[in-house]
């Protein structure tokens, strides 16, 4: 294997509790890589293994060419790790968190003021490095987090659900801090519950009980669901559902805010017959077109049927 990062059948025991189950990478440079699965899926525990701050029970991983257990100490020096619960100090500044995770990894000189404003401005924190980081919002939080990960350049960073619990806007322009970097030639690997940034991602992995059950790009996943899907827009979305999910030709039934997806064998038979048969039950339907699936869906749908 080739890649900046790579692994092999990396496993996690805790007692006796098997949170990750024989994870393998091969991670190009300057790959956005994304990690998504649900609650407890070893996303977290994956990542502090690849980051060197966690021993594996099996396997082996190298990141940036270096062992990631005999060579952690070293590996600290060319990656990134902003943990899921990192914390910030409150009664510092903004600029005095970033001074004090400068000092820690050793950037002084002439480098450290620069790149400290260079930081400050790449992560839209410039006007406000003189406030107390206890009393920003959660998503400057965040893009202070990110900031003080990146305090010594590495050319890998580990993001551990960055975006979690803030508000669409301020995901969009973490986002935008993250395809900067992206340009820059930085390989990410970040995990989230949020399938919409999982479509940014240059590759994916879907984690689930401990395994990585599909791996690919966001379309290629994409297009893993099974047949054709259709959207329909109906007030009477209950009715729908419960009538729809016993038509036949249908694979799955999911319920998307005011919308019902219907995964079907075949779009065109399908949504006339799904009509005919709503109608009858006293459902209104305002549209039936067909549509494709999000990633959303596709890992729904995957893992309904495992
Ligand atoms: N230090 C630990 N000691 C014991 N069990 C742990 C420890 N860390 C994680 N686990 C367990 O391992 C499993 C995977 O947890 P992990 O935190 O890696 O999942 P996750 O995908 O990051 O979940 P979340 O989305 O909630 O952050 C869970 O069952 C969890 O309870
Ligand atoms: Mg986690």
Redesign the pocket.
Known sequence: MTGQITATQLSKT??K?Q??RGVSFDIAPGEIYGLI??????????IRMLAGVMDPTRGTARVNGLDTTRQAEQLRAHVGYMA?KFSLYGDLSVRENIEFYADIFGVRGKARAERIARLLKFARLDQFQDRDAGVLSGGMKKKLGLACAFIHRPRVLFL??PTNGVDPISRREFWDILSDLHIEGVTIFI?T?YLDEAERCSRVGL?YR?EIIREGTPIALRQLVQGDLLAIITPDLQIAENVAQKLPGIFEVQVYGDRLHVFVDAGATRAREIEIALVAAGATIKQIRPAAPHLQEAFISLISHL
């Open positions: 805790f007692r509790n949170a990750v699965g649900p609650d407890g899926a070893g996303k977290t525990t994956t899921q551990d659900e995990s519950a984690m401990g």
